[in-house]
Every structure is written in structure tokens, then in C-alpha cells.
């Protein structure tokens, strides 16, 4: 079985540099696509727009 890491709200603001609510409110707007699991919304990596980084390190510790 494939484990699939998902980022939380807080981790998808740190690497937008913006507050959580933001985030939250373009999850549900469909800016990006999250799912809704109990009270959290949990996002894809792949669905973060990142924010261009020319010379430093990648935003995921993962890649």
C-alpha cells in the first residue's frame, strides 16, 4: 500500500506565507482542491501553487 502525505491548512499557509483562514477560504472557494476530513481540510502537495522561488530551497522537505 502507497502511503499518501497530505499538508493540513497551517502547512499549506506556511508555504504561501499567508494566514490559515486564507487558505481555508480558497479550499472552499475551489482555488485549491482539499478534502474535508472531520473538522480539518487535508491538501494534496501537488495542489499547492507555489510561489516562484528562483535560487532557494524547494518549500517541501519531501522533494
Known amino acids: 500500500m502507497v502511503e499518501m502525505q497530505l499538508m493540513t491548512v497551517a ?9 490559515p483562514e486564507t487558505v481555508r477560504r480558497m479550499v472552499v472557494r475551489g482555488d485549491i482542491p482539499g478534502a474535508k476530513v472531520g473538522a480539518r481540510w487535508l491538501i494534496h502537495p ?8 528562483p535560487d532557494g530551497p524547494p518549500p517541501f522537505p519531501w522533494q
Open 46 to 53: 501537488d495542489a499547492v501553487p507555489l510561489p516562484p522561488r
Open 11 to 19: 502547512e499549506v499557509a506556511r508555504v504561501l506565507r499567508c494566514c
